[in-house]
Each structure stands twice: as structure tokens, then as C-alpha cells.
């Protein structure tokens, strides 16, 4: 059954014109398929357009993950290279607060010990050398031995190397200072600073200018050998329990030290 294109009149099977219209039945048709085809290549332009479209909110949203990732790659890099100086600074500030914190303590046995300033007397402190049972360091000219076994703790002022004996309990300091006076009222002065009333054995050698005291005060046994250089006295103070289990031990300690402390 077919209709007139213009008008609408149903039309007869064979019949060219409508009888209502006049109009050809042959050039509807003929206008009907030119209307097809062109909705056809509209249909076409717009599936063209919408796949042009398509493609370059793909490329635009390509293009946009590309710069987020770049982005995230440049903050990456930042953020190490943040993590790395501050890494770097935290190890260069540890480096000098241990290495100050180090010269401070003047050292292992086996450190540099760091030269303490006497205004009216420089002297200067030699690195210990280490040899077996005693290791060595140089103040003011004075070799001055110590167990290589002792602890170096914290030392100021004028005393250069302050010790423990970690087993035994018995500590040791090397120290220097500007003194005057004779040697045998230094030793008094060491045995007032002490608390003790008398010695238990005090020697002085004029010939290397150098004094020794042992006291026992309440327990614990005093000894100190100084040797002194112009008016630079340079000395060792070694102090242990008398009731010490490694007593003899100290005992022997002190007769090496003195011999060498000069």
C-alpha cells in the first residue's frame, strides 16, 4: 500500500500521479531515497563526528594522565631528594656532635685526646700511643702510661684524661696546672685536698722534680705522682677500694705508671 509523498492520499497500486494532488509518484519515491541517502550521510557525518570527538577527548584525557604522572614523577623526585639532604644533614650533624662529643671526652685508649688551654703555661697533649697492657699519651712534655683497659669518660678543664676501671672499680685522672712551691708542700697540699692527716708513703726527687703520696682515707687508697716542669706540674691521681679484690692488681698498675711518668 503506498501514499502520496505530498499529501497523503492512499494510492492505488499502478498509479503515477495522485489523483488528489497531481503529484508523481515516481518522483516521491525519487525524492523519498534522496531524503534516505542524505539522512544516511548525515547519520554517517555524525558517526564520523562523534568518533572525531571520541578520539580527542581520549587524546585530551591521554594527554591529561600524562602530565598527572610526569607530575607525581617530579614530586617523587623532589620528595628523595628532600629525604637524601635531610638524611645527609642528619648524618653530618651527627658526625660533628660525636666527633665535638669525642674530643670533649678526650678519647678511648685508643682516641686522640684533645688539648685542654692553660692560660699562664700552654702545654700540649700528645695522641696516646698503645702498646700491649698500657697505653701512653704526652702532656706537657710528661710521657704519662694508663691501662689500655681503663674507660675514658668526660674530662674538662685541666684535666686531660679522666678513667674508670670498669671491673674493679678504681679511677684514674691525668691532669695539669699552674703551680709554685716546694715539692714537699705540694704533697701536703695533695693530702689536704684529700682529707687525709698523714701519708702512707711520700717521696720527692728533686733531681727530676717530682713528688709521690699514698693515703688511705676511710677505705679507699689516694696515690698521686707530679712531676713539675717550671711552674707547669703535670700529675696522676689513681684512687681504689682498699677491700678491692683486684687491689694488687692497682697496686702494680701504680709502680709501672710511676716508673714511666716523667
Known sequence: MQYCKNCGR???????????????????????????????????????????????????QRTVREKRRKSRG???AIYIFVLL????????????????????????????????????????????????????????????????????????????MNLTDPLGGAKMIIAQEVTEGALTELAKGYLSQIGATSATEMKSNDSESSYTVTAEVNGTVYHRKCVVRNTL??????????????????QKYIETIDSRFK
Do not use: W
Not at 233 to 239: L, P, S, T
Not at 245 to 250: I, N, T
Open 10 to 60: 492512499q494510492l492505488k497500486d499502478g498509479m503515477r500521479f495522485c489523483d488528489r494532488c497531481g503529484q508523481s509518484v515516481r518522483k516521491s519515491q525519487e525524492n523519498s531515497q534522496a531524503a534516505r541517502h542524505k539522512e544516511i550521510r548525515e547519520l554517517q557525518e555524525e558517526r564520523l563526528n562523534r568518533k572525531k570527538r571520541l578520539a580527542e577527548k581520549e587524546e585530551r
Open 74 to 76: 617530579r614530586r617523587a
Open 85 to 160: 639532604l635531610i638524611t645527609l644533614a642528619s648524618v653530618l650533624v651527627g658526625y660533628f656532635f660525636f666527633a665535638g662529643k669525642s674530643g670533649g671526652d678526650n678519647g678511648s685508649a685508643s682516641g686522640v685526646i684533645t688539648e685542654q688551654t692553660v692560660t699562664a703555661a700552654p702545654a700540649q697533649t700528645a695522641a696516646p700511643a698503645q702498646s700491649g697492657e698500657y697505653a701512653e699519651i704526652t702532656v706537657g712534655n710528661v710521657r704519662c702510661p694508663y691501662p689500655a683497659a681503663f674507660h675514658s669518660g668526660s674530662a674538662s678543664g685541666n684535666v686531660k
Open 233 to 250: 706540674a703535670v700529675y696522676y691521681d689513681f684512687e681504689y677500694s682498699a677491700s678491692s679484690g683486684s687491689a694488687s692488681a692497682y
